[in-house]
């Protein structure tokens, strides 16, 4: 349970460092995945501050996205709509177990790293332990890379070496 404390405290800490003055929102932002969740019967995505440590009820969706942002809060939520119905409806309720919808969005190819190839969206009902977490959750389903302190870096090894880098703003996202 502390590291699941450190996880949360490292990715808070990382937002919260990634507010760009206004002067310079249009010239650089950050490259990172961005985490998103839709409690039960919810039909929109939230954008999560606290982190994949927090308890998840049956019904849950839970969402990832590769995203760019100028702004402590990402901005762009996963590409698939939170739809637990559509994404666990074939799923049968287990007793001690719960069911958890789970979106991750690759992003756009505008912020893919340098030769890296954005993959199709993942979407999947994963079946946990009652006690699973959000990061629980995503580890069962695919390889999770994090710093030391927690944040998570890579997810099924995209984007394979970098974690949460500030880069200039793709020509393709500046509002014109």
């Not at 969402?63 to 990402?74: L, M, Q, R, Y």
């Not at 954005?118 to 977490?133: Q, Y």
């Not at 995503?138 to 710093?147: D, P």
């Amino acid at each position: 349970m502390k590291k699941l404390s450190i996880i949360a405290v490292a990715i808070t800490a990382l937002i919260s460092s990634s507010i760009v003055p206004a002067a310079h929102a249009a010239d650089k932002g950050y490259r990172y995945w961005g985490y998103y969740q839709a409690a039960p019967k919810a039909t929109k995505w939230t954008a999560a501050m606290t982190g994949p440590t927090v308890e998840l009820k049956d019904g849950a969706v839970e969402g990832w996205i590769f995203t760019f942002s100028s702004d402590a809060v990402p901005s762009t939520p996963p590409s698939v709509a939170p739809n637990f119905a559509k994404i666990c409806g074939g799923t049968k309720p287990q007793a001690g177990l719960k069911r958890i919808g789970l979106v991750v969005d690759f992003g756009s190819q505008l912020i893919s790293p340098k030769g890296e190839k954005v993959a199709k969206t993942i979407t999947r009902c994963v079946t946990t332990a009652k006690e699973s977490l959000g990061i629980d959750v995503l580890a069962q389903e695919l390889n999770v890379r994090t710093a030391s302190s927690g944040f998570v870096c890579g997810l099924n090894n995209y984007p394979a070496k970098e974690c949460g880098v500030e880069i200039a703003t793709p020509k393709g996202l500046i509002k014109k």
